[in-house]
Every structure is written in C-alpha cells, then in structure tokens.
DNA sequence: ATTACAGTGTGATGTAAATCACAGAAACCT
DNA sequence: AGGTTTCTGTGATTTACATCACACTGTAAT
C-alpha cells in the first residue's frame, strides 16, 4: 500500500485523504501460480497493479501456439487493455508465473478516479504515454534485429527476468522457437 | 480546423470559447513531398495532427536499412513520442510522403493544455491509450503471422494505403524485403 | 519412493525469407 | 526530350530459423 502510493507519488504528489480515497477504488486479490487472472473469451472487468509476484500475458494464435505479448512484475500495471478499454471480451490470457498479489481496479473506477482527480488522469496519461513508447521499442526490435540480438538486448535490458522464467517462455516472448533459443545462449 | 474540432468533439465536446483557446496553443505547417518533419538526432519539439497528406515514421538501422514503424495520414498524431515525451533527440525521422499539412503541438504547449482543460487530459488519455493497444496488436502480428499472412492483415485493415505508398515502404513497413513482398501477392 | 511432467540441450532435416543480380517500367527532373 | 533515379518483378543462391526427434534433468504430485 506505501509502496502503491510511492508508485503514484512518483509521478503526482497526493495528500493522506486523496491516497485514501483514491486506494479505495482499488481491491486487493492473491493469486498462485498457475491461476488466470484473465482467461481468453472472458469479459476483462480489472486493470490490475502488481504489488508482488510475476505474471504473463499470452495470446494463443489458431495453431494453439503460446505467444507472450508481455511479462509484469512487481509496481507494473497490466490487463488485456484492448478488451478492458472497450469492455469487450478477452483476446489473451493473464497468468500467474508466480504466486501474485495485485490490486484490481474495475473500468468504471478507473473512469470515476479520472473524473474526479485531475491529477490520476494526469497519471494514467504519463503511464500509458509511455507504456506506448515501450510497446513501439518492442516493434522496432522486432522489425530491425534477428533472435540473437533481441536475445541480447532483453537481457541487457531485464537481467531480472532471467531469474525468474523459463527459457521456454523466453523464447515464446522474444518470437523464436525453444530449440532455436537454446542454442543462442551458447 | 472544423476537422480539427470533430476530430476532438468526437471524444470531448467544447465550446467556441474553448476550442478557440485550444486552437491557439497550435500552428500551422505545411511541408512538400521528401521533407522532413523530424530528423534523426535533432530534438523533437512538436506532435503533429496531420490535417491533410501523409508520412512515415523512419528508423535507420546500423546498417543503414530504413525499417517503417508507422505511417500517418488525416486525423492521425505522430511524432517521435519518445523522444518527445522526454525531450531529448529524436531516434527516427518523420518523412512526408506526401504534400503534408499538419498542426504543431510544442511539448509546453502540450502540458499547459493538459493543466488548463481536463478535458483535453482526457482527450489524448484515449488518444494514448488506444494507440497503446494499436501498437500491441502489431507487436502480436510481428510475433504470431508469417509475411503472407502480416500483408494479407495490413491489405483488410488500410486497404488506402495500397493506393498511396511503393510497395519497397509496405515491405519496409511490415518487416518483409521487397523481393519476398513482391512475390508475396502474385 | 515412483511416477509424471515441465524444462532443457542437441542433432538432422525442411523451409520461409534474405540476399545477390539483373532488367524493364514508371516517375522525376532541368 | 533525354537522362537520372525510383519502383517493381523474377531468377538463383544462401541463411536463419522452424520443425521433428530423442535423451537427460530437475521439480512437483500421490
């Protein structure tokens, strides 16, 4: 809860009774490794804020075939947002790498604190500007450079990682098959 | 500029008094085929909302190949957003395609129109938001779909752009030599 | 403890796409 | 109009990577 609120802090200065109100919008929920925080097909009613653990979003093209779009760790925010800005159903799964406590924020909520604090839409604005920026990287890192070099510059980039998943999952984020993977690390 | 307004009305509406203000924090530019708007290595002043024309965004690579990370055109914003949210130098070129009228926004400008109306906060918070989801459905497309398949997407989606750009800036675009491209849709 | 399964490495083979190379067609200067 | 540059198609060759197949390990489940 300090640490959400540094979370927010860094970006806008709040007082004790607008941190108050504000965390109130928000519902604390546990889940182990392995759960689905999001399951493919299903509406995406939260945004979450992972206060601890590891999770994965996947989507599962028509071969069945695992993708990760993204991995978020701890003081990251994630969702399917595709589907939970236009409250329609989930494209990708939300999963549990490790067993994980977030704060779960409804899309109504999220429109609420808007409305009511300039200061979180002014937030939300800073997040998502630059959750953008990141998700325009990861294409020019895919369009520019071949599996050894993406290999390299997540590595660089999130040494963490690295600890904490598989190689398997890796390879399924970086777009390149498992046996392919394994023999650039050598 | 009634462009202008619809395209912000259609998210928030305004006053006169208000979009007059609004209008005021921007300028007009007018720019010819081949010029450019951004250059790499330069400091990024503005975003632009392209009133009318086209352009590329555009990352030279180590070896100096040219990889296409979006293209613009009317009622879109562009501008190198990393490097304009932090205001440092560019990493890309934004390159007209086209004759190109656009509306410059200056970053301060961008802030001073964020502090002054919650409404335009609001406003590019959408913006942000599904240009979020936007650039992660390509990441998607990078990771789940072969050329054929990424060309036979991009053809459904923006079936303009076939009639306005080479077939060397699709390829560009969608990460695929020319050669493989031009084979791709016999 | 024994089974079961996810994770990993490594060889053999297949394939999509890059690269190299050339030529004709279209667009653009001045 | 004539020359330059850009755009495009098509063949031949090479390469990065996927796929298939198998074996070994560590971890989790009963």
């Known amino acids: 809860m300090n640490q959400f609120r540094e979370h927010i802090e860094a970006i806008v200065p709040l007082t004790d009774a607008e941190f108050e109100l504000i965390y109130s919008h928000f519902s604390v929920r546990k889940y182990k490794k392995h759960q689905f925080l999001i399951q ?26 695992q993708h990760i779009v993204s991995f978020a760790m701890e003081d990251w925010w994630e969702s399917d947002f595709g589907a939970y800005y236009t409250q ?12 994980t406590e977030v704060l779960c924020l409804a899309f109504d909520d999220y429109h609420k604190l808007c409305a009511t604090f300039h200061k979180m839409e002014h937030f939300f604005l800073m997040k998502s500007n630059f959750g953008h920026v990141g998700a325009q990287q990861r294409i020019l890192s895919l369009l520019t450079t071949n599996a050894k070099e993406r290999y390299a510059q997540l590595l660089k980039k999130s040494p963490a990682l690295f ?20 023999r650039l690390s050598a």
Do not use: H, N
């Open 40 to 65: 493919e097909g299903e509406p995406v009613k939260y945004a979450y804020f992972i206060v601890s653990g590891l999770v994965k979003l996947v989507y599962a093209d028509a071969l069945g075939k």
């Open 163 to 182: 600890q904490r998943v598989s190689k398997t999952m890796l390879a399924a984020y970086l777009g390149v098959s498992r046996e392919t993977l394994s």
């Open 88 to 99: 329609s159903k989930a494209a990708m799964s939300l999963i549990c790498i490790e067993d």
